[in-house]
Nanobody, 125 residues
Framework: QVQPVESGGGSVLAGGSLRLSCAAS????????MGWFRQAPGKEREGVAA???????TYADSVKGRFTISKDTAKNTLYLQMNSLKPEDTAMYYCAASSAFGGSRRLSEVPYNYWGQGTQVTVPS
């Protein structure tokens, strides 16, 4: 199984950038669906970006053109580059992994069975 551990969160002014990392231990992420999710206070957790086993990427409409998901299999690490950050991006960000092919469910929590503890991103308004 894969154990994800997130890092890289923090507080950044609107318009700024952050890069989140998710170091995975236990198994290579080469053959895993990997995703980033976020949960803002009082809201449900939502899918932000995912990269499938075949390296197909999917983004939520709210982050398209601003966020980029990537993975470095040599480092067994998943990344989320976040640019042009907005106050509405403020949330706890979670990394998740699944041994199943995501397909149309890449941004759904359903396929994911391994979750990290999260890293906080704050963009003050």
């Amino acid at each position: 199984q894969v154990q994800p551990v997130e890092s890289g969160g923090g507080s950044v002014l609107a318009g700024g950038s952050l890069r989140l990392s998710c170091a995975a231990s236990g198994h290579t992420i080469t053959y895993y669906l990997m995703g980033w999710f976020r949960q803002a206070p009082g809201k449900e957790r939502e899918g932000v970006a995912a990269i499938d086993i075949d390296r197909t990427t999917t983004y939520a409409d709210s982050v398209k053109g601003r966020f980029t998901i990537s993975k470095d299999t040599a480092k067994n690490t998943l990344y989320l580059q976040m640019n042009s950050l907005k106050p509405e991006d403020t949330a706890m960000y979670y990394c998740a992994a699944s041994s199943a092919f995501g397909g149309s469910r890449r941004l759904s929590e359903v396929p994911y069975n391994y979750w990290g503890q999260g890293t906080q991103v704050t963009v003050p308004s």
